[in-house]
């Protein structure tokens, strides 16, 4: 008999776990569709994505340890979730530690770019990053990406007035196509060179 999980679903745009405020939502959980992403945002507003967990992934580990959050979780899609019970099944928790083991090893590579790559290689490899996500269509033959301005902006750790400068750069230079909410990608292997290419950070 196959035993029926218990699911829960959120609107793109829903924040599902709040920094350092336990509540009824306060469970860690894995993603059966959709994207979610984890952000710090400073007392300015600044936003900086931590951490984007695609289906098969988990977060709110902290829940299950004791231990306080200190980032948003929200809804970057329309998501459905799967919350973990209080005491996880050892093969459950093998899953999450391979799971954290890898958000770690992705959490290195943007600490790196951060402090190496110019903001203009960092913008190309988040855009390459969200290709592996529900963010990504295909609009006649060419890859899209349903991204803010403002989204962009924390995912390379800078604000929205810079990165619009260099969506505009990018665009001139033929990498991509940008419209209102969505960047159409062009040539993936010039955005790839970029994304390996290193600079002075800024």
Partial sequence: MTQVRETVSFKAGDVILYPGVPGPRDRAYRVLEGLVRLEAV??????LTLRLVRPGGFFGEEALFGQERIYFA???????LEPLPESPDPELL???AQHLSQGLAEAYRRIERLATQRLKNRMAAALLELLETPLAHEEEGKVVLKATHDELAA???SVRETVTKVIGELAREGYIRSGY???QLLDLKGLKELAESRGQGR
Avoid: F, M, Q
Wanted: proline share 0%.
């Fill in 42 to 47: 400073d007392e300015e507003g600044n936003a």
């Fill in 74 to 80: 929200e809804a970057a899609t329309d998501v459905r």
């Fill in 94 to 96: 093998k899953d999450l």
């Fill in 155 to 157: 995912a390379v750790g």
């Fill in 181 to 183: 909410g969505k960047i």
